[in-house]
């Protein structure tokens, strides 16, 4: 089955760790994304990268960071930096390339408690 | 500022009856609109989606209108389920771009 996979599901770390989230898509997509989810937010944009060894900072960047170094990974590390990193964090893709479809395809989610 | 903006915040129907969700937009670039649709804890799913050529389109009990002069477009859910009990999403892309823009999202409840 295609799909997008998050790990873990939830997770637990301590305030001034980093952390890492994992993402990993089997859709032969060319664009990934990264959005945190709050209530009441809606979905605000992270990061997000349209090819491979590319990334572009979307609208909440600060405190996070990412690499792309293979088409169907794309991990999100939450830094010490990031204020307030408890949320639901979701990572998503698009076929995206030339006349790709516009649909997102969204991972299970993982959600994160720092304390 | 918020392009795209979703209304109401949250709604409460009977089963049964009609939910009606509305997006408002400003880009007038915009010419991808999807719905999504999100349960607890789940990731969101694409529910629908209408191109601006189109004034309406159904699928099931799932009906996006669309108006291109007022900048608007609303999801009507007909004869609501309680599985229907969601958040949902309007969405706005433009040409060219596979960035999406996201309203803030609706509860809906739907009681049985």
């Known amino acids: 089955d295609g799909g997008i996979t998050q790990s873990p599901k939830y997770l637990f770390r301590k305030e001034g760790q980093n952390v890492t989230l994992s993402c990993e898509q089997n859709l032969n997509h060319d664009a990934m994304y990264w959005y945190r989810q709050d209530p009441g937010q809606g979905l605000r944009l992270i990061y997000y990268?349209?090819?491979?060894?590319?990334?572009q900072k979307g609208d909440i960047a600060e405190g996070y960071s990412v690499s792309r170094e293979k088409k169907e990974s794309f991990p999100l590390t939450v830094t010490s930096a990031q204020k307030n990193p408890t949320a639901f964090y979701l990572c998503a893709s698009t076929e995206g390339g030339v006349r790709g479809s516009y649909e997102q395809y969204f991972g299970p989610g993982t959600r994160l408690t720092v304390t | 500022q918020q392009q795209v903006k979703q209304s109401p915040q949250s709604l409460i129907v009977q089963k049964g009856g009609i939910s009606i969700i509305n997006c408002a937009y400003e880009?007038?670039?915009?010419?991808?609109f999807p719905w999504y649709q999100q349960f607890p804890g789940k990731g969101p799913a694409l529910l629908i989606a209408?191109?601006?050529?189109?004034s309406e389109k159904k699928e099931g009990r799932f009906t996006i209108s669309f108006n291109k002069s007022a900048k608007q477009f609303s999801l009507h859910i007909m004869d609501s389920q309680p599985g229907d009990s969601a958040t949902y999403f309007c969405?706005?892309?433009?040409?060219?771009?596979?960035?999406?823009?996201f309203g803030r999202g609706t509860s809906l409840i739907v009681h049985p």
């Open positions: 990268s349209q090819i491979v060894n590319d990334f």
């Open positions: 969405a706005a892309s433009e040409g060219g771009s596979y960035i999406p823009t």
């Open positions: 880009n007038t670039a915009f010419d991808y």
């Open positions: 209408i191109r601006p050529d189109v």
